[in-house]
């Protein structure tokens, strides 16, 4: 936790939005000042659905399961493990405290950032967003967003502020926040409508993901890592302006694990309930402070 004053981003969100509410923004580029690009989707559609009551499966690119229930098929019942009955009895004690404030998981892009979000999600009936998957559909894919950050990186930034401040609008979502999300004060500022939660993982284990996925090129090992941690330390102040950060490193001390790669999503959903708790509870004490005696 950082302060109060940024335990308190948050204290001004009141109602909330329809579930049925759909948004769209635009984006214009310097070679084509007059075209519009325009997204707009129903909650319902095309997004995780966090109040889908069926089992859900998270399975990241290692061998590893996330799931909100695990199923025995033996005998033909089925049987919750006791990890994931935990996190779903903390998301029930934390969630009226929150009273649907958005959540933002801020930090480098990984597989456990992305699985968090939507176990999070899930366990708190919220909805769960990617900010950069919906800057890449405004763009028309993946390679079409490299192309308009490459040739109008000034568009490419806006539409990323369109993007916050559409979502920061909404209630009851958790958003995987993409690095956009704290490189201007602009997009700061929409960051603290909600609370911010910075997921600080491991470097190996960022690098380890990047080479077995080959999509940044033919790097070497060494090469991805001194890549990294460039990346890192020109974000490292915008991560640290979260209301809250779990470290992984931290996390598997904490739970007795000798490798970060023991950590579960659950392990570290539970974490970040923990923290939101906490961050809840400084706002309830503010409230009742700020009270006329």
């Avoid at 007059?34 to 966090?50: D, E, M, P, Q």
């Avoid at 399975?59 to 996330?66: A, G, L, M, P, W």
């Avoid at 790097?219 to 941690?229: A, W």
């Avoid at 996390?251 to 023991?262: H, M, R, S, V």
Wanted: aromatic share 8%; charged share 25%.
């Amino acid at each position: 936790m950082t302060s109060l004053i940024n335990s308190t981003r948050y204290l001004q969100f009141s109602s909330l939005p329809p579930f049925s509410h759909s948004f769209s923004f635009s984006s214009s580029s310097s070679s084509s000042s007059n075209s519009v690009i325009s997204l707009t989707r129903n909650y319902y559609n095309g997004f995780h659905k966090a109040s889908n009551s069926a089992k859900i499966h998270l399975h990241s690119s290692s061998t590893k399961v996330c799931s909100l229930s695990s199923t025995n098929e033996v005998s033909g019942t089925t049987t919750e493990s006791n990890q994931s009955l935990e996190l779903k009895n903390k998301a029930v004690e934390v969630a009226p405290g929150l009273k649907g404030t958005i959540i933002f998981l801020l930090g480098m892009k990984s597989t456990m950032k992305t699985n968090l979000g939507k176990v999070l999600a899930d366990a708190l009936r919220y909805y769960y967003f990617d900010s950069d998957s919906l800057v890449e559909e405004v763009a028309g894919g993946e390679q079409a967003a490299r192309d308009f950050k490459e040739s109008d990186e000034k568009g490419y930034r806006e539409s990323e502020t369109e993007v916050l401040k559409q979502l920061s609008s909404m209630g009851r979502l958790v958003v995987c926040a993409g690095d956009g999300a704290v490189q201007s004060s602009t997009n700061l500022s929409l960051v603290r409508y909600g609370i911010s939660i910075w997921i600080d993982v491991p470097l190996e284990t960022l690098a380890a993901e990047v080479i077995e996925s080959g999509d940044k090129g033919p790097f070497t090992s060494d090469e991805v890592m001194m890549k990294l941690n460039q990346l890192y330390k020109e974000m490292k102040d915008g991560y640290a302006t979260a209301d809250g950060r779990i470290s992984l490193q931290n996390l598997a001390y904490k739970l007795g694990y000798e490798d970060t790669n023991n950590v579960t999503t659950e392990d570290v959903a539970l974490e970040v309930l923990k923290e939101i708790e906490k961050l809840t509870r400084v706002k309830k004490m503010m409230e009742e402070a700020a009270r006329p005696f």
